[in-house]
């Protein structure tokens, strides 16, 4: 072996591995592709699950900040799905006016304001000071720490790491168990966010197990994943919304096309954005009991963060 190649090689083990990365700017934009910058602050770049910048909000994030906790409040489902997605995806900067906002109404569960706080905030990685990242790293609990500076190269786009919103490194697979409960996770209420965020080439596989009753004592409202076959009570349909009752449904992104999963599912070509998973029930889901036990298996994707 020569001593040019042998050279060779040291050199080639040295440069840092390319990596897929997701990043959402402060103004809103989105960003995905390749780059070959070896570590994100203090952290390995090959580490880091996702970072988000806990720095003061812009002022495009502020004004969609006071108007999502408004919507999240109002009786508009598809505005409070929207505005809940994307104060989760601004993070830290929501919690101190979400704090000030929030009221005592000895009704915390089933509520979407309520639980916007679990979304952005692990409570292992909570704090007094509000304003501290959040850094998550493969094989670690959550952190709070400092936010890398300078420049971030993003295949040939150069972007400051003090306009970052959110950074993310993409992963092969994710696998992760989860409980989908009937009356937390209906789709009336409010679908459980995976944590899982998919992309354009992501498959999806999936499979549910349990029982819902959404009629409690009537075991003609009784289901597992794939939902009702026929009619129950007085209803003409085993339908609603165009999906049986009691089926695990989901969706991508607040806006995306919900989708018939049930029992056991596998699909490409998902979309992109946050992997959403409810049981599908009508407005009289106050007497819902039971959960669907469901294990996702997610290529080509990025952990945002755990489950809520």
Do not use: C
Request: charged share 20%; proline share 4%; glycine share 10%.
């Amino acid at each position: 072996m020569t001593r040019s190649f042998v050279a060779f090689l040291i050199a080639a083990a040295m440069l840092p591995a390319a990596q897929t990365v997701l990043v959402l700017t402060t103004d809103g934009q989105w960003v995905e592709g390749v780059t070959t910058a070896k570590m994100a602050g203090a952290h390995p770049i090959a580490k880091v699950l996702s970072m988000h910048n806990g720095a003061a909000a812009s002022a495009k994030e502020t004004e969609a900040i006071n108007a999502g906790l408004v919507a999240i409040q109002g009786k508009d489902r598809k505005l409070r799905d929207a505005a809940v997605e994307d104060l989760t995806y601004i993070g830290v900067p929501v919690l101190t006016p979400f704090l000030e906002i929030i009221r005592d109404t000895d009704q915390h569960e089933p509520k979407s304001l309520y639980n916007l706080f679990d979304r952005i905030m692990p409570s292992i990685a909570d704090q007094p000071d509000r304003g501290a990242s959040l850094i998550r790293l493969d094989g670690s609990s959550p952190m709070r720490g400092a936010w890398p500076q300078g420049e971030l190269k993003v295949g040939t786009q150069s972007i400051a790491w003090d306009k970052i919103r959110l950074f993310a490194v993409q992963r092969k697979s994710i696998a992760r168990v989860m409980e989908v409960h009937s009356l937390r996770h209906s789709t009336q209420i409010e679908y459980l966010d995976t944590g899982l965020y998919a992309t354009a080439t992501s498959q999806l596989t999936l499979t549910a197990a349990g029982f819902s009753r959404l009629s409690w004592k009537q075991d003609e409202w009784a289901t597992g994943p794939n939902g009702l076959s026929k009619p129950a009570g007085n209803y003409k349909s085993n339908l609603t919304d165009g999906h049986p009752f009691g089926a695990l449904v989901g969706r991508v992104g607040a806006k995306g096309e919900v989708q018939f999963l049930g029992q056991k599912a596998s699909k490409s070509g998902v979309g992109a954005g946050r992997l959403q998973l409810a049981i599908n029930d009508n407005a009289h889901w106050q007497n819902n009991v039971g959960s669907y036990t469901v294990t996702v298996v997610l290529t080509n994707s990025y952990n945002l963060g755990n489950e809520r």
